[in-house]
C-alpha cells in the first residue's frame, strides 16, 4: 500500500523543523525514524500534507553522561541504546527494553524519540521513561521546556508535546552504583507488542530495597507506574516473601485493555507474575 | 529398476541460484513495459446491497485510464467463476462472479476497479469513489446462520445451508451398543489464513487483432487457468497462454481461478493495454481464500480396553460468501476419519454453510489435518476415558500388515504399510517408556509437561482420473513430456507446476538415472502451457507420485527407443543390446558402445534409422495411476506449559515419516519441516477471527500470528520407506504430512499436560491467555 | 511536489525524481531495476524488503526514498562477487534453506546483519536474529542450519584472511 501524497521538508536543523511545523500545524507530521509514522501512513490511517523530516539534523543521536543524568538524543536508536556499554552499565532496564523492541531491523531505524512521541501505551519505551522519571527537552516556537514524563504521557497515542514542538533530548537520571533493572515483556511471539510488559529497577544495599521502579506496560491508556508495589518495597527486606507480597499488588489501580491476546484479569494476573519474576530477578545474588 | 544412484540422492536443488541472488522472477519482478495498474476496490461491508458507485471524481483523478463497476463489467462474463464437486455433489450454490453487481457478501469482495498510469495514482483515485451501501445484517456465527430466521445471503437458496449429506460405513448402532465408553466432544477447526509470503499477482496482455490473451499469475494452475480464462471470457482456448513464473508458496492458497485473473484479463481487453494488478498483504488477508473453518461434533463408541469401536461426527464446514472453486474439498475429512485404524462403523454427516465471511478453500491438507485431527483426538479421549496408554490405544486399533491391501469403511483401498512401525521407531526416539516417568516427576514438582502424537495416515497423488473425478469433476493424470535434442541435451515438460517445492531437480535425477544423462543436460521446464500439453498443475501432494512417474515412463520409452537406434547402429538384434549409464553395447562388448548423445544424433537422421521408425527421441506420458498413494507416519511432540503464563514450550518435535521412496531427501525433509510448522502455526497461533459485525479483526501480519524463527524448535526426523504398489517408482507424497501430522501431535501433548486439571479439549489456537483460563478457572485447583 | 535523490546501491550511483511517498523498496525495485528485494506485507512485519542501508539492515517498504539520499545501500544482488557467492548465499543453497525463495533475499540481509555483530552466534541468537523475517515455507530449520554453516565458513576465510600476511612475511 502506498501512502497518501505529501509534501516533504528536510530540515537541518530544530528551529527550522519548529518553524516548518508552526506553518503547516496539524497538517503536518514530523518523521525521525519513521517506524511509528510510515506504517500508518501506507494503511493510510496517518495522511499528513507536509511530512517534517529530522533525521538530518546533526546532533540529536547521542549517548552521554551528563550531571547526574544519561542524556539521550532524540534521534537515537533502539540498537543504539541496546548495545551502548554505558546504558548496559548505568541502566539496563533501558538496555533490554531496547532489545526486545520490534525486531533488529526495526531496532537499527526505530528511534527513543520518535517512540516516546508516539506515546502507545503498550510501546516499551514509555514505560521505561515514566519508570525511570525520565525528563523530556522540548523546543516550540516559544523557546525550550522541560516536561517530566509523569506529565508526557497524556493519553492513549498522545503526549504532551503540542503539534509545533520537537522532542529533542531525553534525560534519565542516574542510578546508585550497583543499581540492577531488567524488562520482562510477554508476548505471543517476540517481534509482537506486549500483552504486558513490566519495567523494573532497583537499588538493594544490606538486602533491603534502597530504592525501588516498578513500571507496567499496555495495563491502561497510558504507561502507568505500580505504585502500590513500589510502596510495599521501599525500605522492606528484599527476600521472596516481601517480594511475592507485594507483587500481588501490581495490577492495582490499573484499567488493561481487553483485545484478542488477553482479557483484562488475564493482564492482570500476568502483571504480578511478571512483576514478581522481575523483582526476582534484580534480586538474585543479593 | 536398475539400482539408483541419482533416485534417492540429496542433490542441491537447481532452483536455488537465480533465488538466492535476487535474479528469480516472480510475477511482479518481471520486466514489462507499458503497463496500467490496476487496483481491485473491495467491499468495507460484510453484507450490504450495493445502491450505487459514483466513479465521476475517481475517472477524473491524475493519471486514471478507466474505472468499471461491476455493473459495467457483467455482460463481459460468459460463465461464472467454476466450482468443482469436491466430495459434495448434492450441495446448492450460487454463481458466482468475479466482481459484486448489486451486492456483496463479505469484506473484500471486489466492486469495482481502476486502471492507472502508476500503482499510486489508482490507489489515490479509488479514494475518490462514492460508493453508497444499504447495510444487511451480517451472518457471522455458522450455526446462527442454519438457525430459523436468519438473514439469508443467496436469495435463490432459501437458506444459508449449502448441503446437510451423510457419508457412513458400518453399523454405527451396534457399536455404540456394545461400547462401555461413550465420549462426546465438540472440536474446532479454527478458520487460518494461508499467507504465502508472496501475494498473488497477475500481469495480463491482450492482443486484440490476434484475440490472443497471455496472463502471468502467482498460480498454482496455471493449465486450469487457461480454460477458465477461455470459458468466463469467451476466448479461444488455443488463443490463452498462463505462465506462473516463480510462485512464492500457495500451500492451496493459489489453487483456484480467482476473480482478478479474469478482472486483470478483461480490463487488458477493455483498454487494449498490458495490465498488472498486485496484492497487497492487507488485500491478501480477506481476498485470498481462508482454510479448515470448522465445527465437529463428535461423539465416540470405545471399549474398555481401548478399542475403538465407532465413530459419529458432524462436521460443520464455514464455506464463506460463496462456494469457492473447490470449496467443500474440505469435506473429504468425512471419508478419511478412519485413518490407520480399524473401526467397526462410521457414521458422517456434513454440512456446508454460508456465511459472510472470505470463501473457504483448500489449505495445505484440506480436509486430511481436520480427519487426522478428529480421529487422533478420538485416540487420546479415549486413552483418557480408559486409562490405556495413548500409544497402546493405536496399537490396539491400527489395521495390520497381513491386512493390506485394506479396504476402509468408506471404501478406499490403502496401499500398503505397516503402521506400528514409524509409531515404534518415534517412540524409541523420545525413549517413550522414560520420558513417561520423567512427566510423572515433573506433574509432583507442579510442572505440567505433555506428551502428544500422531499417527497419521494420508490420501495423496491425485490421482486416479476416475476417481478424482468424484473429488474435481474431471480425470485427472500425470503428464511430462521428454525431447532429446539434437546434441543429446534434454528438455523435460512436466505438468506439474512447483511454487517453491523444487520440483526440477528430482524430476531431472528421474531422467538422468534412467537414461545415463548428465543431470546438467537437463533442463525442466514448467508452468507455461504454451508449452507441452495440458497438465494438472500442483496441489494435493501428488506431483512426485503422478508426474513423477510420468516423467520415468516417458524416459523408459525414450530409453527403449534408444536401444532400437542402437541395436540398428550396431547392427545386433534388439534383445542383445544393454542399455546403461548412457551407453548402448552389445551384450559381452561393452568397449564397443555407442553413447546416447550419438544415438540422439542418430535419431535426427532418417537414414541412420531402422526402417519404419520415425525420427526423433521425444515421448509424452500420460500416467494415469492404479490408486491413490497413502503416506503415513507418527510424530510425537513434547511441550511444557507454564502454569503462570499459560505459555506452551515445545521441548521436542519428532517425525517419523513414511513416503515411500524419497526421491531427493533433501527436499523430503524440507517439505517435513515446512509442514510440521504450518501445523504448529495452527495449534499455537493462528486464527482468523471475525468480530459479530463481520470484519475481520485479523487482517494484517501484526494480527494474524504465524510463527517466527524464535517460536519453533528443531525438528528431529527419521524416516522409513515402504514403497507404494501404485507406481513403478514405489513414491507416495509429502508435501502435506508434516502439517497433516503435526497439529494433532501439538494439541494431544497440550490436553495431556492439562490432563490433571480436568481438561479434554481445548479450541485452537492453544493460546497463553486461553490456557491460562483454563488453569485457574477453578481458582489454579488441580481437580 | 517531487525531490532529487541520489544513492549508491552495490556499488552503483542511481540518482532519479521521486514523489516523497516513494518507499525505498519502490525506489529498488522500479527506478533502480533491482527486483530482488521483495515485498510481503504492508505492516513492517515479514523481511521481505530487508536491505542494507549505511551498513545496517532495514526494511526498506518503512523507509522513504528521500530519506535514504546520500545513502549506500547493499541489496541481494550486491553480495555475490561475480559468480563467488557470498558464504550466505552458497549455505543457503548447501543447506537446502529456501523453498518458494520469496523470502530468502531479505533473510540473507538480515543474516549478514546478525553475522557481522555476532560472527559465532548460537541456535537461539540466529533465531532471535531473523525474527523480523518470515518464512511460510521451511519451518526456519534449514535457515537456521544455513546460517550456522555461514558463520563457519566466514569465521574460517577471515582466519586465512588474518594470517595471510603473516605467512608472506
Known sequence: ????????????????????????????????????????????????????????????????????????????????????????????????????????????????????????????????????????????????????????????????????????????????????GTYLKFSRRSQDWAIVAVAAQATVKDRKFQEIR????????????????????????????????????????????????????????????????????????? | MAISTLIGASIKRRED?????????????????????????????????????????????????????????????????????????????????????????????????????????????????????????????????????????????????????????????????????????????????PVAVEPRGVVADYKPFANALTVWSSTQIPHFVKVWLAVILGIPESQVRVVAPDVGGGFGSKIRVYPEEVLAALASRKLGRRVKWIEDRSENMKATHHGRAQIWDVEVAARKDGTVLGVRATQYLDLGAYCSQFGTFQAIALLLIQGPYKLQAWDGRGIGVYTNKTPTDAYRGAGRPEATYIIERVMDLVAQATGVDPAAVRRKNFIRQEEQPFTSLMGLTYDSGDYSTTLDKALEMVSYQQLRKEQAEKRKQGKHVGIGLSTYLEICGLGPSVATTAAAGIGFWGMAVLNLHFTGKATLVIGSSPHGQGHETPFAQIVAETLGLPLEDIDVVHGDTAIGPMGMDTYGSRSASVDGTAVYLSAVKVREKARKIAAHLLEAAEEDVVYENGKAYVKGSPTKAVTIQEITGAAFQPHRLPAGMEGGLDETTFFNPPNFVWPFGAHIAVVEIDDETGRVQIQRYVAVDDCGTRLNPLIVDGQIHGGIAQGIGQALFEDGVYGEDGQLKTGTLVDYLIPTASDLPMFETESLVTPSPTNPLGVKGIGEAGTIASTAAVMNAVADALSPFGVKDIDMPASPQKLWHLMHKNGGSKR | MRHRVAMTINGTQYEHEVEPRTLLVYYIREQAGLTGTHIGCDTSSCGACTVEMDGHSVKSCTVFAVQADGAQITTIEGLAVGSQLHPLQQAFWDEHGLQCGYCTPGMIMAAKQLLERNPKPTEQEIRLGIEGNLCRCTGYQNIVKAIETAARTMAAQAGKEVKAPAAVS
Open chain 2, 17 to 193: 541460484p537465480e533465488l538466492i541472488t535476487g535474479t528469480g522472477g516472480f510475477v511482479d519482478d518481471l520486466p514489462q513495459t507499458g503497463l496500467v495498474h490496476m487496483y481491485v476496490v473491495r467491499s468495507t461491508e460484510p453484507h450490504a446491497r450495493i445502491l450505487g458507485i459514483d466513479t465521476a471524481r475517481a475517472r477524473q483523478a491524475d493519471g486514471v485510464l478507466a474505472v468499471f463497476t461491476g455493473k459495467e463489467l457483467a455482460s463481459e462474463f460468459q460463465s461464472p467463476l467454476p466450482v468443482t464437486v469436491s466430495f459434495v455433489p448434492e450441495k446448492k450454490y450460487p454463481p458466482h462472479y468475479p466482481i459484486a453487481t448489486d451486492r456483496v457478501r463479505y469484506v473484500g469482495e471486489p466492486v469495482a476497479i481502476v486502471l492507472a498510469q502508476s500503482r499510486a495514482a489508482a490507489e489515490d483515485a479509488a479514494e475518490r469513489l462514492d460508493i453508497r451501501y444499504e447495510s444487511l445484517p451480517p451472518v457471522v456465527d455458522m450455526e446462527k446462520a442454519i438457525a430459523p430466521g436468519a438473514p439469508v445471503l443467496h436469495d435463490e437458496l432459501g437458506s444459508n445451508l449449502a448441503y446437510d449429506v451423510k457419508r457412513a460405513g458400518g453399523d454405527i448402532e451396534a457399536a455404540f451398543r456394545d461400547a462401555d465408553v461413550r465420549i462426546s466432544q465438540r472440536i474446532r477447526q479454527q478458520r487460518l489464513i
Open chain 1, 214 to 286: 516498578i513500571g507496567l506496560t499496555s495495563m491502561g491508556g497510558t504507561p502507568l507506574r505500580a505504585s502500590a508495589v513500589e510502596a510495599a518495597l521501599r525500605g522492606k527486606s528484599a527476600d521472596a516473601d516481601t517480594i511475592r507480597k507485594a507483587a500481588e499488588k501490581a495490577a492495582e489501580g490499573t484499567d488493561p485493555p481487553q483485545d484478542l491476546n488477553g482479557s483484562p484479569d488475564y493482564r492482570r494476573h500476568l502483571a504480578t507474575v511478571l512483576t514478581r519474576r522481575a523483582l526476582e530477578q534484580l534480586t538474585a545474588g543479593r
Open chain 1, 1 to 180: 500500500m502506498i501512502p497518501a501524497s505529501f509534501d516533504y521538508i528536510a530540515v537541518k536543523t530544530v528551529p527550522e523543523a519548529v518553524a516548518e511545523l508552526a506553518k503547516h500545524g496539524d497538517e503536518s507530521k514530523l518523521l525521525a525514524g519513521g517506524h511509528s509514522l510510515i506504517p500508518l501512513m501506507k494503511l493510510r490511517l496517518s495522511t499528513p500534507s507536509f511530512v517534517v523530516d529530522i533525521g538530518r539534523v546533526k546532533d540529536l543521536n547521542y549517548i552521554r553522561r551528563t550531571d547526574g543524568h544519561i542524556a539521550f538524543g532524540a534521534l537515537t536508536t533502539h540498537h543504539d541504546i541496546e548495545f551502548s556499554d554505558l546504558v548496559k552499565e548505568q541502566l539496563p532496564l533501558l538496555a533490554s527494553a531496547a532489545s526486545q523492541i520490534g525486531d533488529p531491523q526495526v531496532r537499527n531505524r526505530g528511534t527513543m524519540g520518535g517512540a516516546a512521541a508516539h506515546a502507545d501505551p503498550s510501546g516499551d519505551y514509555p514505560t521505561c521513561l515514566l519508570t525511570l522519571d525520565a525528563e523530556f527537552d522540548v523546543v516550540g516556537p516559544n523557546g525550550r521546556r522541560v516536561i517530566k514524563a509523569s506529565d508526557f504521557f497524556v493519553g492513549t497515542f498522545t503526549s504532551a508535546l503540542q503539534p509545533d514542538e520537537v522532542l529533542t533530548e531525553i534525560r534519565v537520571p542516574a542510578p546508585p552504583a550497583g543499581t540492577r
